[in-house]
């Protein structure tokens, strides 16, 4: 019997160039997030006031 000593180790380089271009595709991701958002898109100022009324706490029996 003839051994198949013809061994290329070419089987992993289709997972290779995925994880590749995920990678990519996460860093450009990030470098949006991180940047700020978009080119040309606006800013949008966003303020938040709660007035929220007092509560008093019930009396309790025997006082």
Do not use: H, W
Request: without cysteine.
């Amino acid at each position: 019997m003839a051994e198949n000593t013809n061994s290329s180790g070419g089987g992993n380089s289709g997972l290779a160039f995925i994880i590749g271009g995920l990678l990519v595709a996460v860093l450009v991701i990030a470098f949006f997030v991180f940047r700020g958002g978009l080119p040309g898109a606006e800013k949008k100022e966003v303020s938040v006031d709660v007035n929220l009324p007092e509560v008093s706490a019930p009396a309790t029996p025997g006082n």
